[in-house]
């Protein structure tokens, strides 16, 4: 009699189909991807050194360097998410003991703020409450007295919906003699960014917000005064992964032959070039109008709703995820259920410093419909109708 030596079974969930219902994404993100996109990310591989896919990595940076508005050469697509692009960014600029800025009105500064310190950067943090933004006397003040190499910034605070102005930002940190790095994940596409013009010197976003693309690969780009930042360092960046000075290479960015660093996630990159190429036929400025547009007429419902808008001043509302305050006698645990149990509809809760304060309902590339703004209000007047609890 035959005996097997497995003594772990094969799991009784894999051996069911895959279970992926239809929902629609009006969270902070990831957004919902449009069938061109899908069908991109399924085309059957190729090898990742192929000229094809050399070339769909070429286009990819052309595509970003368009959305970011730059004419940086160092501009490619990390093999990752938006927290390794965020990783990317600190690990490659700062060196143990460098000074760092970091702007934390959300969860955003907070997470810079940890990845900085566990870099042994000297870490300073300039605080404001969540649902605000800083004025270009904070920042100043903050440069003056603590003399940073590198500022951040999170252009769209997504755990609190709140959009961070830049004119006159990069001046300012270079005059202090400072660089500027902008976190534009939950923005790009969807609010105005110019990188060359508002002296941005490094400037990250991802792929699965208004690009409609899966997770997993992040565009950025640096500034010539960021590359010869790098090109100073003392010490080697921390990660092989993401070491700048490679990445460079793989993308045909540093005029060298293109060597093999590590197997890039091509399928990922076929999506984020369809993604990028959506927007560059759509047009930044008309993406733009579209997301402010839609913001407008939703942001208009949930008052209508006798909802309180979060975020007070209208210049100061993130165009792609807009938050609002947990009704009064409400749990918005049970809301955020009701619309998916009832409705198919993913809007979240707060995040980090806005836990339990707020709801956030993202509206991002292609979701960024009227029709989606009256499918979420519907559904949440129906919420707001079922969910009242007098116990609270
Ligand atoms: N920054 C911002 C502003 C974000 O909204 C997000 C994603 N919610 C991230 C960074 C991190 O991106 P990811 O989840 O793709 O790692």
């Known amino acids: 009699m035959a005996t097997s030596l497995l003594r772990v079974p094969p799991p009784q969930g894999l051996l ?30 190729l090898g990742h050194m192929h000229p094809e896919v050399l070339q769909v990595m070429d286009e990819i940076k052309a595509g970003i360097q368009y959305a970011f508005q730059t004419q940086n050469r160092l501009t490619l ?73 590198v500022l951040f910034i ?22 202090h003699g400072c660089l500027l790095l902008v976190d534009a994940v939950a923005s790009l596409g969807g609010a105005p960014i110019f990188m060359d013009q508002q002296e941005i010197d490094i400037l ?24 010869e930042k790098m090109l100073r360092r003392k010490t080697k960046p921390p990660s092989f992964y993401l070491d700048m000075g490679w990445l460079a290479n793989y993308w045909g960015c540093d005029g060298e032959p293109r060597r093999y660093h590590h197997t890039a996630p091509i399928n990922s990159f076929f999506s984020l070039r369809e993604g990028l190429a959506m927007l560059a036929e759509l047009g930044l400025e008309s993406s733009w109008e579209r997301h402010r547009a839609n913001c407008t007429q939703l942001c208009q419902g949930l008052c209508n709703l006798g909802l309180e808008l979060f975020v007070k001043e209208e210049k100061a509302r993130l165009p792609t995820i807009t938050t609002v305050r947990v009704p009064e006698g409400y749990d918005w645990k049970e809301i955020t259920a009701f619309l998916m149990d009832n409705h198919g509809i993913e809007i979240a809760g707060g995040l980090g410093p806005s836990v339990g304060k707020v709801l956030r309902i993202g509206l991002m590339g292609c979701n960024s419909t009227s029709g989606n703004v009256d499918r979420v209000l519907h559904a949440l007047r129906d919420a707001l109708g079922c969910c009242r609890r007098s116990r609270l």
């Not at 969270?27 to 399924?42: D, H, K, Q």
């Not at 697509?77 to 143990?96: P, R, V, Y």
């Not at 042994?120 to 649902?131: D, F, I, Q, S, T």
């Open 16 to 45: 069911q189909p895959l279970a992926v219902p239809e929902r629609l994404l009006l969270g902070p993100g990831p957004s919902n991807v449009p069938p061109r996109i899908l069908a991109a990310g399924s085309r059957q591989l």
């Open 154 to 175: 999170t252009h769209g605070e997504s755990s609190t919906g709140v959009l961070q102005p830049l004119e006159g930002l990069g001046d300012l940190c270079h005059r």
């Open 204 to 227: 990250y976003s991802g792929s699965q917000k208004v690009l409609n693309a899966p997770p997993g690969s992040a565009p950025i780009s640096f500034s010539e005064r960021a590359r």
């Open 77 to 149: 697509a990390i093999s990752g998410t938006g927290h390794c692009a965020m990783e990317a960014a600190l690990l490659n600029l700062l060196e143990h003991g460098d000074t760092a800025l970091v702007a934390v009105n959300g969860i955003w500064g907070q997470r810079a703020t940890d990845i900085a310190r566990r870099l042994g950067a000297n870490v300073h943090e300039l605080l404001k409450p969540p649902g605000e933004y800083f004025a270009l006397w904070d920042i100043e003040e903050g440069l003056a007295r603590h003399k940073p190499s």
